[in-house]
Every structure is written in structure tokens, then in C-alpha cells.
């Protein structure tokens, strides 16, 4: 029988566990003030990346009041992390790392390569504006990395496919043919040139290398699953 102290406390027990959801999804949707990430350390910074992807792969993604953020971040921005991602349209990394308004900076372009722009742009958003991590993010079936590896030749496309040869230039006999349907041999690809792309900020960026050494940035690469959401990182 169903009786009204066996309902009141199962009640009152699943009370403690709302409250705990209910605070978990506040403070996901507290914007990132200039306090709140000043107080941010670097390892914090990709702790927070790597939740929201635990969130975003188990279907857990937190709904915020998107338009109360973009009031709330009007005025100012300080945004914890920056991602360099690729143009592709499964790989959005707000999406990918369950974020939302003033949380991230994101550069895209295809292949996730870095060009003089794109790194005078993170130390903007490093030395200027504070992020305290930078991801590299690259993922599987990229459509740049097999067109490198197939050595296509079309209009500027040429010249983008240039930024890739670093990355090609770790492949063996071992891998097998150089053919984009080779996908071992292209996720090969893939990986060696987003860690060749994260390991290059702080050869070509001073600014990058001196918060680095300082502690007050951590650079790291990851790959995104287009198939299943989940992001392993590299480094």
C-alpha cells in the first residue's frame, strides 16, 4: 500500500538530489566574470572543457537563459578558454564542450591550423583578455586532412593544404597507401597536426610561450569523435 509517509519521504529524500541538480545547473549558467576567472588556474580551465563534454556525450547538457547571459556580458567578457576548431559543421565547440555565452573564445578555419592572425588573435584573448587554456581541437574524417593527404590542387584550397605537410611528414611505409580512404592513415594525419599545431604556439608566439612558462596558460590538443561526441585529448 501506498502510504502517505512512504510518499512524503520519498519526497523529501529526492529533495536533497533536485537541489544538488539545481545548483550543478546555476553555476553552469553563472557567466564568467573578470573575478570569476582570475580565480580560474589553467588545469581548471580544461577540468571545465572536460565536463561539459561529459555532459554534452551523455545527453546532459545544461539549458541556460541564453538572453539573461547576453545581458549579463554586455558590458564586459572573460571567457575561461580558448579553441582553435575546424570549419566543419559537426564540430561547433560550444556545442562539443557544453558552453554558452562569454565562456569561450573559438577560431575556426578548416583543418584547425594557425596562421600570424589566428595567433596574434589567442594572445588577445590570453595576455589581453585573460584565458587561462588553449585547445587545439581537431576530430576524425576531417575533409582537409584527406584532401593533404590526396594532394589536391584547387583554387586557394592549395595553398591551405600547405599547413598540413608537417603533419604528413610523420607518416611511414608502415601506414600503408596515401590515400584518404585509408582511415587509420588519416586519423594519423589528424592527430599529428593538431599536437604539431599546439606545440607551435610557443614557437611562433613569445607572448604565448612567457604566460606558459609562467603558469598562466596551459596549451593542450584534443580530437573530437564526429561519430560519437566525445573529445580524447592528446596532450
Not at 573578470?34 to 539549458?63: E, I, M, W, Y
Not at 583578455?129 to 584532401?147: E, P, T
Request: proline share 3%.
Amino acid at each position: 500500500m501506498l502510504t502517505r509517509r512512504f510518499f512524503c519521504g520519498c519526497l523529501a529524500a529526492s529533495v536533497p538530489f533536485a537541489a544538488t541538480a539545481v545548483h550543478a545547473q546555476s553555476l553552469e549558467c553563472a557567466v564568467f566574470t573578470p573575478d570569476r576567472q582570475k580565480g580560474t588556474k589553467p588545469d581548471d580551465a580544461l577540468t571545465h572543457l572536460k565536463a561539459g563534454n561529459d555532459r554534452f556525450t551523455t545527453g546532459k547538457s545544461v539549458n541556460c537563459d541564453l538572453m539573461a547571459q547576453v545581458k549579463q556580458t554586455a558590458e564586459n567578457q572573460s571567457p575561461f578558454a580558448a579553441i582553435v576548431g575546424c570549419i566543419d559543421s559537426r564540430v561547433a565547440p560550444e556545442l562539443v564542450f557544453d558552453q554558452r555565452i562569454g565562456d569561450v573564445f573559438c577560431a575556426r578555419v578548416a583543418g584547425n591550423i594557425v596562421n600570424t592572425d589566428i595567433i596574434g588573435s589567442l594572445e588577445y584573448a590570453t595576455k589581453v583578455a585573460g584565458a587561462k587554456a588553449i585547445v587545439v581541437l581537431g576530430h576524425n574524417s576531417c575533409g582537409a586532412i584527406k584532401s593533404a593527404v590526396d594532394g589536391v590542387k584547387l583554387g586557394n584550397i592549395t595553398a591551405l593544404l600547405k599547413n598540413f605537410d608537417p603533419a604528413l611528414k610523420t607518416l611511414s611505409k608502415a601506414d600503408g597507401h596515401r590515400d584518404s580512404h585509408n582511415y587509420p592513415l588519416v586519423q594519423k594525419v589528424a592527430e599529428a597536426n593538431a599536437k604539431l599545431t599546439a606545440e607551435s604556439l610557443v614557437k611562433r608566439s613569445s607572448i604565448l610561450k612567457g604566460l606558459v612558462a609562467s603558469g598562466d596558460l596551459k596549451i593542450a590538443a584534443a580530437m573530437h569523435d564526429i561519430g560519437t561526441g566525445k573529445v580524447t585529448w592528446l596532450s
